[in-house]
T-cell receptor, first 114, second 116 residues
């Protein structure tokens, strides 16, 4: 089954404790992306990757890191989480990252930073 | 810059009612336009899309037409069902850096509740 998977689905942590949210897709997509969803703000892009070893900032990259060492994986790293990073996070992928491409979303990771 | 404005919810309808969710956009160039749907506890999934002016996207009884003259992409369905209860997001592909790219810019979402 074609899908985007994220782990963990739920995470409660404390300020300053480094964490990684994993994302993996099995569709051989070149483009991958991370979004955060906050009430009243919709989804905002954090980082994206056009291909292996090619990453770039989205609209809200502060406090986040990413890497793309393999085509299928695109982990999101919070080196020192803060309470304002409490949010619902979605990973997405698409075939080539072209404007008309459909993006496929993971199920989401709900992060709470105390 | 590029932006999407969609009607605020929540929207509550009775089953078999007509649905319209308004969406307007601001963009340079020629973006592609999308409607994504998020069912409770799930990620977003594509509902329909249109990649050029005057295109009509349709799926599961939902329709939206890309209107460049009014910069709109309103979502419509003639007869909603309880199973259509979800949050609906209008989005456009980013054109800020030339061309139409895979990065999506989303509206804030409209929550639809359909009562039996």
């Amino acid at each position: 089954e074609a899908q985007v998977t994220q782990n963990p689905r739920y995470l409660i942590t404390v300020t300053g404790k480094k964490l990684t949210v994993t994302c993996s897709q099995n569709m051989n997509h070149e483009y991958m992306s991370w979004y955060r969803q906050d009430p009243g703000l919709g989804l905002r892009q954090i980082y994206y990757s056009m291909n292996v070893e090619v990453t770039d900032k989205g609209d809200v990259p502060e406090g986040y890191k990413v890497s793309r060492k393999e085509k299928r994986n695109f982990p999101l790293i919070l080196e020192s989480p803060s309470p304002n990073q409490t949010s619902l996070y979605f990973c997405a992928s698409s075939f080539r990252g072209h404007g008309g491409d459909t993006q496929y979303f993971g199920p989401g990771t709900r992060l709470t930073v105390l | 810059g590029n932006s999407v404005t969609q009607m605020e919810g929540p929207v509550t309808l009775s089953e078999e009612a007509f649905l319209t969710i308004n969406c307007t956009y601001t963009a340079t160039g020629y973006p592609s336009l999308f409607w994504y749907v998020q069912y409770p506890g799930e990620g977003l999934q594509l509902l329909l899309k249109a990649t050029k002016a005057d295109d009509k996207g349709s799926n599961k009884g939902f329709e939206a037409t890309y209107r460049k003259e009014t910069t709109s992409f309103h979502l419509e369905k003639g007869s909603v069902q309880v199973s259509d209860s979800a949050v609906y997001f209008c989005a456009l592909s980013d054109t800020r850096y030339g061309g139409s790219q895979g990065n999506l810019i989303f509206g804030k979402g409209t929550k639809l509740s359909v009562k039996p």
